[in-house]
């Protein structure tokens, strides 16, 4: 089994006692019969399947999210990637078997997967088990912190299955801008050079409606824009109606979203997660009155979302990965990307602000310096002009009628 981390070196670096402990404690992934050079994650560990893999051992119990693409019997093209969450227990062993026919991963029947999960406890399938890599499993918490069983169970579809091959109604009406269609491109391109066996259309995630803007009746033109440029009137409508204000399971869902998007190549959970920011960024009352402890969390997550996410250091022209990874183009460290307007102007608000909380300050402050360097951007500069008009969480200006 080849790797993307250092999972054995991490283990090997353990006494034999302290590695047994962690199989014994750990969970097992066990993993039947996937073809070779399938392109295997867990979290944000990626393996290319070898001849004696059978699986994953020494898995931290907790949330994980499993993800793959099959290839072609020549290896040169891969079936769109299917990926699925799991909430894992202390011992527990998962057990899932290649069905050779519908090209994924299936559940067996639970006299079966009792049988499997004697022999995995008695160590016969050790020797084709892969350690995870502890050395990145910091990285994978600060993806997950707030992905609860309750939030992955709420939000998973029906089966567990997240794939784009059952999203073929967004395309169609998805993008709202020019980023969004080179995403869809890019998906189509390096997702879909070899089709898996055509599935029904079904319902995807079942996740959280959020409004593009607020509309009320019997208010002024003056004051609906006011309400659509600071947008807390309606995240707490958000929060009390769909979330009965939980602030954590929105925050969960926010990870839940990207991690579909980022690693299970979703175009669906790509457009929660963007309205989920989108309205979060474009408040300004909120993060510095009523809801700032929450902000300083959704900071934070979005922090480590675009430290381990968004990377310039991938090279999909050197890369033998062959579709494991999504390769964000140049779109994504664009200025005219959604996320420059609305992270400038969000941080100017806290940034300027005459009194601030201080963990607040300090988060916004680590963001904006990961934002320019990451992504290059000036957040000094005004950014008049920037508005993506067919976005459809631009601000909402009414024209005034003349007559008023």
């Not at 093209?77 to 990926?83: K, L, Q, S």
């Not at 008695?122 to 990285?139: Q, T």
């Not at 491109?185 to 390096?190: S, T």
Request: hydrophobic letters at 40%; a negative charge.
């Amino acid at each position: 089994m080849g790797s993307s981390g250092g999972g054995a070196a991490a283990a090997a670096r353990m006494d034999p006692e302290a590695a047994t402990e962690l199989a014994r404690k750990g969970v097992t992934l066990l993993l039947l019969d996937v073809p070779q050079h399938t392109i295997l994650g867990l979290d944000t560990q990626v393996f290319s399947v070898g001849p004696r893999f059978k699986g994953i051992k020494m898995v931290p119990p907790g949330p994980h999210f499993v993800y793959y693409c099959s290839p072609s019997r020549h290896g040169s093209e891969f079936a769109p990637t299917v990926g699925f969450f799991l909430t894992t227990h202390p011992s527990e062993v998962v057990v899932r078997k290649w069905h050779a026919q519908e090209e994924r991963l299936v559940k067996l029947s639970e006299e079966e997967e009792i049988r499997y999960s004697e022999a995995v406890k008695r160590f016969e399938f050790d020797d084709h088990l892969g350690p995870y890599n502890l050395d990145s499993f910091g990285d994978w918490k600060q993806l997950s912190s707030y992905l609860s069983q309750s939030v992955i169970e709420h939000l998973e579809p029906i089966g567990g299955e997240i794939t784009i091959a059952l999203e073929t109604s967004w395309m169609d009406r998805a993008p709202q801008t020019d980023m969004e269609r080179r995403l869809m491109e890019q998906l189509r391109e390096d997702k879909f050079a070899k089709m898996s066996p055509a599935q029904p259309e079904r319902r995807g995630c079942y996740y959280t409606t959020i409004p593009a803007s607020v509309k009320h009746k019997n208010i002024s033109a003056n004051e609906l824009t006011l309400v659509n440029l600071d947008r807390t009137s309606l995240l707490e409508s958000v929060l009390a109606k769909s979330y009965q204000d939980q602030e954590d399971f929105l925050l969960g869902e926010l990870q839940f979203s990207f991690i579909a998007f980022m690693m299970g190549q979703s175009l669906e959970a790509f457009m929660q997660w963007k309205a989920l920011v989108s309205l979060l960024l474009s408040c300004s009352e909120a993060p510095l009155h009523a809801r700032t402890q929450m902000f300083v969390k959704f900071i934070r997550v979005i922090y480590y979302q675009f430290k381990h996410g968004f990377q310039r250091t991938h090279d999909s022209r050197s890369s033998e990965d062959k579709g494991n990874s999504l390769f964000l183009d140049e779109a994504w460290f664009s200025r005219d990307i959604f996320l420059y307007r609305l992270s400038k102007d969000f941080l100017t608000v806290i940034l300027e602000a005459p009194v601030v909380d201080g963990d607040l300050l300090s988060w916004a402050r680590k963001l904006k310096t990961l934002l320019e360097t990451t992504f290059g951007w000036d957040l000094e500069n005004s950014a008049a002009n920037l508005i993506d008009e067919d976005d459809e969480f631009a601000p909402v200006v009414v024209e005034m009628d003349g007559s008023s």
